[in-house]
């Protein structure tokens, strides 16, 4: 697609390009004027990009993953969403219906009988997995002197060893035997560490160096492992975080370079194309999603509300 800024220029460059046929000026120009008349872009992907293929979408019952979960129905997945909320986890599958076709199984992603029960709900019901997206998870903003055990195993249960499970169980069930996989691992903005909540930036970091190792490993069974960091995206999970967090978030605005927080599309687009053949020869890097975020912002305001809440 050509993205010049300027429609006239444009317009006025195809008109002079005498090497151009007619029928190539006006596919372009329908490409130009789909990116500025279009605001609402909707997908990036033709509808049959997923065709015939079986995406599995933790936490897909909410924020992030629920966006992912529709935008592989919308181009032509069969999607499984899995979560622990069960009521939750129905109403969700009952919206998503609406646009392709979607189960659902309760799972908690640390306990190894819920992912053998999800295992089994997928070869009943498809009798194979095309797609990964790690994107369940969970954390709580602590000053790491504060955290304790419990605390920190539960983050690293969650997000680092809950991904490990989930991954090793779908490879050995589904990817290596079929020799053909891809999975994508949403992780965090962890660039620069991941000050006022230790434990996250530890299991993510955990998850990144996990996902080099086995698109290493995992290369010869054609299986394709990334990561997708978003900053800060404006969704349900965010909206958990206390007031002062959130209204720290808001002023934290204006020092990303791109002046705006994400939103669940941004991400889903990421990992729209790290699951597709469009993707075919990337393997074991990170995308981040962020308005470049990680690479400026200061990362300190987290802890600075919370020491303030200490006062
Ligand atoms: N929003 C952001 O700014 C942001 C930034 C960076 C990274 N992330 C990460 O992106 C992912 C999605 O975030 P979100 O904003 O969409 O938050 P969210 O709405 O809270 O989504 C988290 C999902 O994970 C599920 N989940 C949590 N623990 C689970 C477990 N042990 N087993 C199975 N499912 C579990 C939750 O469902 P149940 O409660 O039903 O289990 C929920 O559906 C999370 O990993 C989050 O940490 C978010």
Not at 112 to 121: G, W
Not at 249 to 266: L, N, Q, W, Y
Request: charged fraction near 20%; proline fraction near 2%; charge should be neutral.
């Amino acid at each position: 697609m050509i993205t010049c800024s300027n429609n006239i220029v444009f317009r006025q460059f195809c008109s002079f390009s005498v090497k151009m046929n007619k029928a190539k000026i006006e596919s372009l120009i329908v490409c130009q004027d789909l990116y500025y008349n279009n605001k609402e872009l909707k997908n990036m992907f033709a509808k049959n990009t997923f065709e015939n293929k079986i995406a599995l979408v933790t936490g897909g019952r909410s924020g992030i993953g629920y966006q992912i979960a529709k935008d592989y129905l919308l181009m032509g997945a069969k999607v499984v969403i899995c979560s622990r909320k069960e009521d939750l986890l129905k109403k969700a599958e009952e919206e998503l219906s609406e646009f392709g076709s979607v189960t659902s199984q309760s799972c908690d992603i640390r306990k190894e009988e819920d992912i053998s029960a999800l295992v089994q709900h997928i070869k009943d019901v498809h009798g194979s997995l095309d797609i990964l997206v790690n994107n369940a998870g969970g954390q709580f903003p602590a000053l790491a002197e504060y955290i304790n055990n419990k605390g920190w195993n539960a983050v690293i249960n969650n997000n680092l060893n809950g991904t490990f499970f989930m991954t090793r169980e779908m490879a050995n069930h589904f990817f290596i035997p079929q020799k053909n996989g891809t999975i994508v691992n949403i992780i965090a903005d962890i660039f620069r560490g991941f000050p006022g909540m230790a434990h996250t930036g530890a299991a993510r970091a955990g998850v990144e160096n996990l996902t080099k190792t086995l698109a290493q490993e995992w290369s010869e069974f054609n299986i394709r492992i990334n990561c997708v960091a978003p900053g800060i995206i404006e969704s349900s999970g965010l909206k958990q975080y206390p007031q002062q967090i959130q209204d720290m978030f808001e002023a934290a605005k204006k020092a990303i370079p791109m002046g705006r927080f994400g939103d669940v599309k941004d991400v889903s687009n990421a990992v729209g194309f790290l699951s597709c053949p469009l993707s075919a020869y990337i393997t074991g890097v990170t995308i981040y999603v962020d308005g470049a975020q990680h690479l400026s912002y200061d990362k300190m305001g987290l802890v600075n509300v919370m020491k303030s809440f200490m006062k």
